[in-house]
């Protein structure tokens, strides 16, 4: 059986977004949701928080072995749509960050701005993965 890297964007989109996802886990557990707990904030209110920020930190870990698997599909034109509808979901998520956070508060875009760097670098490298060029050379 010959294992062999097809895409090599999707494979180190689908390490960065295991990245993203225990990083994003590790903030949550030692910096943002602690805060909950010592406020006065309603336990129903901290509830929702707590599940909307782990279902990111599972999207994270969701998208991120589906693009290790499908770094190695021999056919890169299937795992295509599946590469379309996780750039469609980030830049929904990335325009949500944005919306709210202007909406709310437009001073505070500027805290946003690792988050959106980061959502934008992972989007490029998706798409580069989807147009199928290899990113470094190989001896084939």
């Given at each position: 059986?010959?294992?062999?890297?097809?895409?090599?964007?999707?494979?180190?989109?689908?390490?960065?977004?295991?990245?993203?996802?225990?990083?994003?886990?590790?903030?949550?557990?030692?910096?943002?949701?602690?805060?909950?707990?010592?406020?006065?904030?309603?336990l129903d209110i901290q509830i929702i928080f707590r599940y909307v920020w782990h279902i990111i930190t599972g999207e994270n870990l969701v998208f991120g072995?589906?693009?290790?698997?499908?770094?190695?599909?021999?056919?890169?034109?299937?795992?295509?749509?599946?590469?379309?509808?996780?750039?469609?979901?980030?830049?929904?998520?990335?325009?949500?960050?944005?919306?709210?956070?202007?909406?709310?508060?437009?001073?505070?875009?500027?805290?946003?701005?690792?988050?959106?760097?980061?959502?934008?670098?992972?989007?490029?490298?998706?798409?580069?993965?989807?147009?199928?060029?290899?990113?470094?050379?190989?001896?084939?």
């Amino acid at each position: 059986m010959d294992i062999k890297i097809n895409n090599y964007y999707y494979l180190m989109a689908g390490v960065l977004a295991i990245l993203f996802a225990v990083t994003h886990a590790w903030n949550g557990k030692s910096v943002v949701l602690p805060v909950l707990a010592v406020t006065d904030i309603h336990l129903d209110i901290q509830i929702i928080f707590r599940y909307v920020w782990h279902i990111i930190t599972g999207e994270n870990l969701v998208f991120g072995i589906i693009f290790m698997i499908l770094s190695f599909q021999r056919e890169q034109s299937k795992p295509r749509s599946a590469a379309w509808t996780i750039v469609t979901l980030l830049l929904i998520r990335l325009m949500v960050i944005l919306g709210v956070t202007a909406y709310y508060d437009a001073s505070a875009l500027a805290d946003t701005l690792i988050d959106s760097i980061a959502i934008l670098i992972y989007v490029a490298i998706i798409l580069l993965g989807i147009r199928g060029r290899r990113p470094m050379a190989t001896n084939e």
